[in-house]
């Protein structure tokens, strides 16, 4: 079942399995991790840092994922935004 919004969870350490839903959010290691919103379970990794970097913005309570992100690794080949929590179908 595809997912709608994702949650976001400030963390030091992503937890071994992550829950759906969720968008962990590791500041000092400057990643975030979410589960595709497919509903494949394949864990998607977004660095916030470095040459291929996602830019995280918002608050504690909404966030904002730029560019898109796209699972072309996956058999899913989900392609989305994540705009104030919300997972947008592209």
């Keep these: 079942m ?15 399995d992550p829950t759906e839903g969720v968008l962990y959010i590791s500041e000092e290691y400057q990643t975030a991790i979410h589960k ?11 660095p916030l840092s470095g040459e291929h970097a996602w830019q995280l913005t918002g608050s504690a309570d909404a966030v904002t994922l730029r560019p898109s992100v796209g699972n072309w690794n996956c058999l899913c080949q989900s392609h989305y935004y994540v705009t104030a929590n919300k997972v947008e179908w592209l």
């Excluded at 595809?2 to 071994?16: M, S």
């Excluded at 595709?36 to 977004?46: F, L, R």
């Design 2 to 16: 595809k997912t709608l919004e994702l949650r976001p969870v400030y963390v030091e350490f992503v937890p071994d």
């Design 36 to 46: 595709c919103p497919c509903g494949c379970g394949s864990e998607v990794v977004t």
